[in-house]
């Protein structure tokens, strides 16, 4: 026999010996035995609640009652079976998906990066406040890594696509430019051969895949060379193939955050990187040494900064630039921040309208429990046990609802990934990991709590003496009709304010997607050439390919256009006999310069408003202009005539404007269309490498490939590649606002469902609850219309009054959203207006099923309705 056997035999055997003695004693008085029995049950107590008490002192007992709670928890969930799914799901979803977003959290905000002592690295750059970007010099790199005193490791990068050629195949992947220090910070080894340094001269790195993918994972290919860009390029090592590039890569023009496939040496020293000659554009990043402060290393660089600028500031204008010293992971994340944060709030409310659902379930579950929770109490059971009961009959749902909930996460953190990491940075590194667990264990326990409290207090605090009574159920199921109204009406509040936040960035989607007439970028192809190699240094040969290309485009089956647009440059627009722009750059004019030819604008169905359409063959220098120049630069003043001052190098300086054309957004959907230039290509410096932007009639499939071998026939060395639909391009842009507009989508779903799963299991238990008040009312002549008007007047009184709370949590809500949006103000008047049409029609037909059930209530069995 166990101990605790042994312990509970001697509790009652002290009891029973107790009672037969007091027994004896009162019989020896002269009372009857039954007298002399009930006297001394009286005089002892009740013996449950002595034994309970008795139990409470043992060391075990801590243990004991919860495990006795979670027993009888488990046992009247089997009793259930129904209620318990339909919680356990209901909570599975609300879980669920808050855990799905917190692993996202988790990855791209609170995990660091996988290098060592990643809270030590800073990005380091200057911010040209006159075109908005961030810019970091060569020479900057150079005169940085020489004078502070505050990092231990620095080293720059850069990256473009390259031609790797090897035997008779060519590839362009992402090659980055490194310099030697980018190995220590990033600890990373070779998994074959090894990694170079500043002093080597033409040598390349492979990471793994490219090493699987172009020379088959041979061993054989360490110490040969190939060429890269037409240079002869020795192959000195191997990445494994863990190792990925996890810096930030500024975006570019045409560039969509690539993987990087190869590492080449830097050549960024000082007999390179002269003040004032060298424009190299590169990224910059530090390691701080240990024990220096961010604080301190921001000071040492502001000092340097202004070293730089007093010393250079005869050749060079520095005003217009801003030092930037900050966490190279708070970099990384970018604007994405703000959006998971708002998203999180918004799946929180998610789970919060879950937890108000199945506090209306257990609701309406303790109406058949409060006389057996009556007796129990009359037996002996404290409060403090009752409430200890309901509330571990909480936990054990929610735990359950926890542990179901982290099989809905994962197949959510398979979709969510399925954006990749153009939607949001590091969205790869999605995992269910220990923090994530942690998080799922807390929003479990806290939601047991949530919702079992609230049912557990009502239980405990029911009246012994009315429940132990024939009839008097009423003026407690008003209350928890009420109490349940509320719960209602703040699902709805909360699933309000999210479909109008889904409201609001589907709106953003949709201006974003409006493309003006003639223009079709779902029938337009683009593929990338970069022309490298001696047989393509001087330009005439260039424009030779360039133009062979397009006359063998224009001759295919099924090409209805063909043209070229050269890398859009950035620059200050100047009109000739304007006043020149402060030397400091803010407040001057800027727009994008377009070098392309005649054939490109048939190609992205632009319209002309004003002049005449350019040629590829000018006999002078000209110009056309878009519709944004003239209302932004020219203020809606006729440009043709007009001559502009041209900045870049080995180009005339002026040229005249010919010609208007329409907007068109061909490089990103979430941003108004700047004042573009477009000069033709013949005109123009370019270095040869250049988008071709073929349009098709139909589906552009079946042409994709003949187009690819065309181009390929030109020059086997030279590759198109990333070809894709323009579509395609566009819809990457806004990548980040689809996968928002998704998730938020999906959570104002949910929430919608469980909030009107809500209204009808409130209308139901009213109705039930009703029954016999329902019987009298029709015996004494009332009609099923007044009836059904009764029964959804209910309903609906709840549901407006949610309606108009959520209306004023979200226009202050909204407004965190704001950055999300696009040419959609966060107090848009219709989606307001049709949100809450539809929320409102929703809600009056959850309310007119239960409804209609109550008015088809046969008298006769409603009176007998107990």
Known sequence: MSLRRRMEDDIERDIRDHIEMETRENIERGLTPSEARAAALRKFGNPLRIAEDTRAVWRSGWV???????????????????????????????????????????????????Y??????????????AFKVEIAGGPDFVEWRAQAQSFDKMFCYEYDN????????????????????????????????RLFTDADGDVIVLTYSLFQRRFGADPAVIGKTIMVDGHPTTVVGVLPPGFRFLFPIPSQPNMNHPQIEAYVPSDKTPATQVRGRSNTIVNVVARLKPRVSLRQARGEMEAIQAR??????????????????????????????????????????????????????????????????????????????????????GLVLALAGGATGLLVARCAIALLTGFGPKAVPRLEGVAIDGRVLAFTMLISLASGLLFGLGPAIS??????????????????????????SVLVAGELAAALVLLIGA?????????MNAHPPGFHPESILVMKASLTGPAYRDRRQQIAYFEEALNRLERTPGVVAAGTVFSPMRGVIQIEGAPFPPPNLVGAQRGIYYSVSSGYFSVMGMRLLQGRWMTDNEPSEVMMVNQTFVRRILRGASPLGKSIHIQFPQRPPTAAIVGVVSDVKSSKLDAAPDPEVYFPYRQSFFNGASDIV??????????????????????PSQVAFDMETLEMALARTIAPRRFNLFLLGTFAGSALLLALIGIYGAMSYAVTQRTHEIGVRMALGACQGEIVRMVVRQGMVAALTGIAAGITAAL?????????????????????????????ATSLLASWVPALKAARVDPLRALRYE
């Open 162 to 193: 390259a031609t790797i050629t090897f035997g008779n195949t060519a590839d362009q992947p992402m090659v980055a430019e490194v310099s030697g220090d980018f190995w220590p910070v990033t600890g990373v080894k070779p998994a074959a051969g």
């Open 503 to 511: 409201g609001l960035m589907l709106k953003s989607l949709w201006r």
């Open 116 to 129: 060592p002592h990643p809270d030590r690295l800073l990005w380091l750059t200057n911010y040209n406040k």
């Open 694 to 715: 073929v349009r098709v009639s139909g589906d552009p499939s079946p042409t994709a490939p003949a187009v690819r071998k065309l181009i390929a026939e030109i020059d």
């Open 812 to 840: 202050g809500l909204t407004r965190l959203t704001a950055t999300l949006l696009y040419d959609v103000k966060p107090s848009d008047p219709l989606t307001f207006a049709a949100v809450v049409i539809a929320l409102t």
């Open 64 to 114: 004991e009652r919860p495990l006795q709670d979670v027993r009888y928890a488990l046992r009247g969930l089997r009793r259930n079976p129904v209620f318990a799914a339909i919680v356990i799901l209901t909570l599975a979803l609300g879980i669920g998906l808050n855990t799905a977003v917190f692993s996202v959290v988790n990855a791209v905000l609170i995990e660091p990066l996988a």
């Open 459 to 484: 239980l405990a605090r029911a009246n012994l003496h009315n429940e132990l009574k024939e009839g008097a159920k009423a003026t407690s199921s008003v209350l928890r009709v009420r109490l349940r």
């Open 308 to 393: 730089i600028v007093k010393q250079y500031s005869n050749i060079l204008n520095f005003s217009h630039l801003e030092l930037r010293v900050v966490p190279v992971q708070e970099r990384l994340v970018g604007n994405a921040r703000p959006a998971l944060l708002i998203l999180l709030g918004a799946v929180t409310f998610v789970l919060l309208i879950a937890c108000a659902n199945i506090a209306g379930l257990l609701l309406a579950r303790a109406s058949s429990r409060r006389r057996e929770v009556a007796i129990r109490a009359a037996i002996g059971a404290g409060r403090l046990r009752i409430i200890a009961q309901f509330l571990t009959e």
